[in-house]
T-cell receptor, first 114, second 114 residues
Framework: GENVEQHPSTLSVQEGDSAVIKCTYSDSASNYFPWYKQELGKRPQLIIDIRSNVGEKKDQRIAVTLNKTAKHFSLHITETQPEDSAVYFCAASGPSGSARQLTFGSGTQLTVLP | EAQVTQNPRYLITVTGKKLTVTCSQNMNHEYMSWYRQDPGLGLRQIYYSMNVEVTDKGDVPEGYKVSRKEKRNFPLILESPSPNQTSLYFC?????????????FGEGSRLTVL
């Protein structure tokens, strides 16, 4: 089955700086890669996703890049704000191409320091 | 309001005492799933269901049972809980089509087995 590795496990940045979280996956048939944000005590929520026919996708201050050849994808957050502090999970879909068969990474605790 | 509802939100029980965590969604989603979240391990899938009366094992199914008698409900059953099942549990749902991206999570159920 799919295996997803996520790094780093913790990340601290100064407010206004950028943050980058990286994930690698094992199944070359995976074609859907979402990112979920989990605020303290809350449920995970989708913040951005990318499909394998696209190399990069942006939504305001967040962006995701995908390198299919190397089987890795990354989340980029620019101009970080205190409300960006949360646990972020990457995931890969496997051949299903949908949210039905996601394998999640182990999570990154992002702390934005004021 | 579209939502996934889990109950109970918090539960402390003892080894061997059967318990059920209920999950209900009001979005007419075909697909439902259970995950457990443990520090450093991310979200791991326990069981999933593609539709009524169709269930299958995820990555960590041992010690759990599920049923899907109605489309909206997907209860998680622990027949004989053990301390290693102490965890934060999330129910989630999504549409069954391959092009749908978002997995909707419930608010989580924190279970402690003494």
């Amino acid at each position: 089955g799919e295996n997803v590795e996520q790094h780093p496990s913790t990340l601290s940045v100064q407010e206004g700086d950028s943050a980058v979280i990286k994930c690698t996956y094992s199944d070359s048939a995976s074609n859907y890669f979402p990112w979920y944000k989990q605020e303290l005590g809350k449920r995970p929520q989708l913040i951005i996703d990318i499909r394998s026919n696209v190399g990069e996708k942006k939504d305001q201050r967040i962006a995701v890049t995908l390198n299919k050849t190397a089987k890795h994808f990354s989340l980029h957050i620019t101009e970080t704000q205190p409300e960006d502090s949360a646990v972020y999970f990457c995931a890969a879909s496997g051949p299903s191409g949908s949210a039905r068969q996601l394998t999640f990474g182990s999570g990154t605790q992002l702390t934005v320091l004021p | 309001e579209a939502q996934v509802t889990q109950n109970p939100r918090y539960l402390i029980t003892v080894t061997g005492k059967k318990l059920t965590v209920t999950c209900s969604q009001n979005m007419n989603h075909e697909y439902m799933s259970w995950y457990r979240q443990d520090p450093g391990l991310g979200l791991r899938q326990i069981y999933y269901s593609m539709n009524v009366e169709v269930t299958d094992k995820g990555d960590v199914p041992e010690g759990y049972k599920v049923s899907r008698k109605e489309k909206r409900n997907f209860p998680l059953i622990l027949e004989s809980p053990s301390p290693n099942q102490t965890s934060l549990y999330f129910c989630a749902s999504t549409l069954g089509t391959a092009n749908t991206g978002e997995l909707f999570f419930g608010e989580g159920s924190r279970l402690t087995v003494l």
